[in-house]
Every structure is written in structure tokens, then in C-alpha cells.
């Protein structure tokens, strides 16, 4: 059942990602020695989800020379997915890490292309990097309770009941925050789907909940959608647009569940199963180095590892 408020951080966009060629190979053993890393199916999961965005403009507010610039702005950022970030920034998360204690490294150049060799020097360094892409698990205790208000904040009641139910099951509460309420079908849904297709949903129709992240195990996505269906699900024509719409979003790679609030006996095993699938997918290897990163280490060598990862994607 939706509300009048939706998620601010689901708006129409244009993605581009950037990251550093060491830190791809620090994460991937498989492309560790090729002279161009990039097309690495675990970077290309891990990117997904925080990659940099260009949020289109709806007002009048820009001139055209600023127009112009965003157009040419939002061209570099595509030009792969992800790409290399600029040397600069490349060389300047190099040298700061180093600088903390985290790796050791060179530089070489080789028909025209520069390459970056990182060492690790510390432990468990590839899951530190791959726990620093779901930020989420890096967040402070007041944080994260400050965050899940405002989740709450856009539930009804009886999506705010199995939302607590949620984050009472999970190991960590940090995990919840993966469970998005209120997203829109347009964001979730390819753009070159067939026209017909997409006029089954309005622009602001959404969903109640959202689960989307990428399985670190298998080269997959865990993509869920999670309906709380009340007594205005019981029409003929109601029941015929929620076929509609579960229709667009299988046939967009999500599975979609459809939970009765008079069958609230059947939540607390649906509950755990969405929780295990979730940490399955996460893996208690990146929720142990989430956790080293929140407690262990020290603050110049927390900032270089985030740096590492956010950086290159706030330059894309």
C-alpha cells in the first residue's frame, strides 16, 4: 500500500562510475595481471551499487552554457562502465594509502597506458575494499538509527510492523537499510523495455519495499520486491494492475513477494528467509570487515581505505 511520501533518493538519472585500476586489482584476483582491468564482473557488481549519478534538470534555473556543461559533463562520465579515474585522483589515493600503512606500490607505462601496481599491507585487504562499497555497513550506531526513522517515516503502519519485523531478524541493523521503502517502478525497470510495457506504470507509481544487492558468491543480483497487501488489494481491478505490474518488474530480473496483512502468521517466516538470502549474498566475510573497518581501524587508515572506493565514484 503506498503513501503519499516517496524516497527522495529514487529519481530519474544518468549513471557513470568511475574507480582506481589498483583497487580493481586488489579485488579481483582474475584481472589482477591484465593490462586493462575494467571489465571485471565483480567491480561491475560492486559498482552498481554506488555509482555516480547526474540528476536531470527540471527547472528553469540553468542557462544554457550550463546546459552545456552538464551535457559534456555527463558524456565523460559514460565513457565506460565502470572507467578509470582521472591519474591524479589515482595517484593521490595511492600515495594516501600508502602513507597509512594499507598497501605499497609502483607505477609503470606501457605503449601509452599507465598502469598501478598495489601491494597489500594489510590484512584482509580485499574484503576491507569490497565492505567499503556498501556504505551503509560503515555507518555509527546513531547513524543508522537516525536513517531507519526516516525509512519508517515514509511506512504505513502495517509496513512499518513487518519493517520492525525486518530489523529485528537482522545480525546487524546496518542490514535493514538495504531494504528501500517506497522506490519507484521507473527506476527499476529498463528504459528500452517495449513502449506498451511501459505504460503500465505511472511515473510516480512505486513499490512498497525494495531489496537489490549484488550476490558476492555467484555472479548474480538479489533482487526483491516486498508488497504489503491490505483490503484495497481485494478488487478485481486492483488485482488485475498488481498482475500488470509484477509482470513488468519479472520480466526486469526481480522477484516479487505479496505479503497480506490477514495472514500476518506467514511474515515472520518470510522475514527469515529474506534475511538469510540477504547476509548470503553479502557474506559474513564483508560484514566482519564492515565491522573491523567501524572498530578496529584507526581514522586516517578508515578515511585512505573509503577513499579508495567513494572517491573515484564522487569524481564520476
Not at 20 to 30: E, G, H, I, K, N
Not at 44 to 70: H, N, P, Q, Y
Not at 145 to 156: D, G, H, K, Q, V
Not at 302 to 309: H, K, M
Request: one cysteine or more; proline letters at 3%.
Amino acid at each position: 500500500m503506498a503513501v503519499s511520501q516517496t524516497c527522495p533518493w529514487h529519481s530519474r538519472y544518468t549513471v557513470g562510475a568511475f574507480a582506481a585500476d589498483s583497487v580493481v586489482r586488489l579485488l579481483d584476483d582474475s584481472v589482477a595481471n591484465l593490462l586493462s582491468p575494467f571489465h571485471s564482473s565483480v567491480l561491475k557488481r560492486l559498482v552498481r551499487l554506488r555509482w555516480g549519478c547526474t540528476l536531470d534538470i527540471t527547472t528553469s534555473t540553468a542557462d544554457d552554457e550550463a546546459r552545456f556543461a552538464g551535457a559534456v559533463l555527463a558524456k565523460i562520465a559514460q565513457r565506460g562502465f565502470p572507467a578509470p579515474c582521472s591519474l591524479d585522483l589515482e595517484r593521490f589515493l595511492l600515495k594516501q594509502a600508502s602513507q597509512a600503512g594499507l598497501i605499497k606500490y609502483d607505477e609503470k607505462q606501457k605503449a601509452g597506458a599507465f598502469t598501478f601496481r598495489a601491494t597489500s599491507r594489510q590484512k584482509n585487504l580485499a574484503n576491507l575494499l569490497k565492505a567499503c562499497f556498501f556504505a551503509e555497513l560503515l555507518l555509527q550506531d546513531d547513524e543508522v538509527e537516525s536513517l531507519l526513522e526516516r525509512y519508517f517515516s515514509l511506512c504505513t503502519p502495517a509496513e512499518r510492523e513487518f519493517y520492525e519485523m525486518v530489523c529485528r531478524s537482522c545480525p546487524d541493523p546496518r542490514l535493514a537499510l538495504f531494504l528501500a521503502p517506497q522506490r519507484l517502478i521507473i527506476t527499476m525497470v529498463r528504459l528500452t523495455r517495449p513502449r506498451e510495457e511501459m505504460q503500465i506504470i505511472a511515473s510516480d507509481q512505486r513499490v512498497d519495499f525494495t531489496l537489490e544487492v549484488p550476490n558476492l558468491v555467484e555472479d548474480k543480483w538479489l533482487r526483491i520486491v516486498v508488497e504489503i497487501d491490505d483490503t484495497s488489494h481485494q478488487g478485481r481491478g486492483q488485482r488485475a494492475l498488481d498482475a500488470q505490474r509484477d509482470g513488468l518488474l519479472k520480466s526486469n530480473g526481480w522477484e516479487v513477494w505479496r505479503l497480506n496483512v490477514r495472514e500476518r502468521s506467514l511474515w515472520k517466516e518470510k522475514v527469515g528467509e529474506l534475511v538469510r538470502m540477504l547476509c548470503a549474498a553479502v557474506t559474513d566475510e564483508v560484514l566482519q570487515a564492515a565491522k573491523d573497518i567501524r572498530e578496529k581501524l584507526s581514522e586516517e587508515s578508515r578515511q585512505a581505505l573509503t577513499d579508495l572506493v567513494l572517491l573515484p565514484i564522487a569524481e564520476a
